[in-house]
């Protein structure tokens, strides 16, 4: 019988109880849902960034380099996501506290909340594209906030449809993936791309490339344990995320690449980070593509922001989910119209290296060396417990994540490492959260049995 006090904050989290008790979607599944998520227009123009900053074959390489990488980090996080039957940041309280959650959580509204900007901008200049080329009107601005309105729409009512049709989008924009390519291959041959002249000028080098790439992995490592939790087993959503998210992230990170080193054979004027450059080298198909995939994509991105908010503090029931979605609706939809954050891209990317590298390296640490891949129904207390710490606070997570955070931005701004800074950081913080874990005495005994939540969740409510 649990005691009192598990009794009176054992509460469950209403999403959590959406969760089925044995997971139902095979690798397959799991795979389509990573591809059709990362295909999408911010994750190509990405892959612009790099030439002629470094050459074609560099970028290919530190594209293939950062990713693998970065999908180690995300299949992790992933694995424990099936394991428990949590999303990503229900976990955090395993390691960060109950009430020490708060920071991820919180981090990662602002990081979402960012992405749903800059996606939004990357739709309504596309839509402002067609419509000037069709009419002559052009207002940027006013088609960025019309399809972030549209998103919040999506988001509230039409998101379990979008999540549905998602993968046809993703079989269309691999559809035209594909023409860009042969398009792009068949115009100029390979060693023409692989003979494009560098420019010093950029300041970009293969530590920068590959610091951007696996922060855009971080970046989706928020959701990762969201995507994968309902896989049925362990190796089918390790596999599915795995080979999804590393799959589509090559891919399209590779075809911005290649558009915008097709500009430049062109002879025509590459600006990374424009979708009007790539959309004028290969038509409006792409620009529809382009709409497609940001609306999919940033629907789902504002739904997972409310649930965030919903349960980022702890109460005893989360916040409601319509006046939360419209309160983040609006500002997200005055946020869309602050077209400068695109000139600021890789500044944002940075920023999400800083905030979440730290926070995965200690969730990372604390599940699977210090507690032995095992949390228990605890993790669900409103209050008390093992994860309570100190007044619902671990310490030591935060300070690991503050001096980690603080760590990747001077190597990103002063001391400048040849290798970069994403390992460097990942490296620090998990050696300090071990050490605070033997300090601290965190652990479980050997042979701890791991069991999914749901299913503790179940037999604590029938007694």
Same mark, same amino acid.
């Given at each position: ?239 599915? #995320?795995? /080979? @999804?998210? %590393?799959?589509?992230?090559? &891919? ?6 290649? =558009?915008?080193?097709?500009? *430049? ?66 500002? #997200?939809? /005055? @946020?869309? %119209?602050?077209?400068?954050? &695109? ?6 990317? =940075?920023?999400?290296?800083? *905030? ?108």
């Amino acid at each position: 019988m649990k005691n009192s006090q598990q009794s009176a904050t054992l509460t469950a989290d209403p999403d959590e109880e959406q969760v089925p008790l044995r997971g139902t979607l095979g690798g397959g599944r799991i795979m389509l849902i990573w591809l059709a998520a990362n295909l999408v227009v911010t994750t190509l123009l990405t892959g612009t960034l790099f030439v002629p900053g470094i050459s074609f074959g560099d970028s290919l390489l530190w594209i293939v380099c950062g990713t693998v990488l970065g999908a180690g980090v995300l299949t992790l996080v992933a694995v424990m996501g099936v394991r428990t039957g949590l999303s990503t940041m229900a976990l955090t309280k395993g390691s960060f506290g109950l009430r020490g959650s708060i920071v991820p959580s919180l981090s990662n509204l602002i990081i979402l909340m960012g992405w749903s900007w800059v996606q939004a901008m990357l739709a309504g200049i596309s839509v402002d594209y067609l419509v000037h080329a069709w009419t002559g009107y052009s207002n940027p601005i006013l088609f960025a906030a019309l399809c972030q309105a549209f998103v919040v729409f999506l988001a509230i009512f039409g998101h379990v449809g979008i999540a549905r049709i998602e993968p046809l989008f993703g079989l269309v924009i691999v559809s035209i993936i594909i023409y860009v390519f042969a398009v792009a291959f068949s115009t100029h041959p390979p060693a023409e791309y692989l003979a494009i002249a560098i420019d010093p000028a950029l300041g970009m080098d293969g530590a920068l490339v590959f610091d951007i790439v696996f922060a855009t992995a971080i970046s989706w490592t928020v959701l990762s344990a969201d995507l994968t939790r309902t896989a049925r087993g362990v190796r089918a959503g390790a596999a599915g #995320a795995a /080979i @999804g998210y %590393t799959t589509s992230t090559i &891919l399209t990170m590779a075809l911005g690449a290649t =558009a915008i080193s097709y500009v *430049l054979l062109e002879g025509n004027e590459a600006v990374a980070f424009d979708p009007t450059v790539i959309i004028t080298a290969f038509g409006a198909p792409l620009a529809a593509v382009m709409f497609l995939s940001v609306m999919a994509t940033n629907t789902m991105v504002m739904y997972g922001m409310t649930l965030s908010l919903q349960h980022a503090f702890p109460r005893r029931r989360p916040l409601p989910f319509l006046p939360t979605a419209l309160g983040l609706g609006v500002v #997200a939809v /005055i @946020g869309s %119209t602050w077209l400068g954050l &695109l000139e600021q891209f890789t500044n944002f990317l =940075a920023t999400i290296g800083a *905030l979440f590298i730290p926070v995965f390296a200690v969730m990372i640490v604390d599940y699977y060396l210090a507690r032995r891949r095992s949390y228990n129904r605890e993790i669900l207390n409103y209050k008390g417990g093992k994860y309570w710490f100190t007044g619902g606070w671990n310490i030591g997570a935060i300070v690991v994540w503050a001096t980690g955070a603080g760590l990747y931005t001077l190597l990103t701004t002063v001391w400048f490492s040849p290798v970069g800074a994403a390992l460097p950081t990942v490296l620090f913080s998990g050696l300090m959260y071990w050490l605070w874990t033997r300090i601290a005495r965190i652990s479980e005994p050997r042979g701890v049995e791991s069991r999914h939540l749901a299913d503790q969740l179940e037999l604590a409510t029938e007694k």
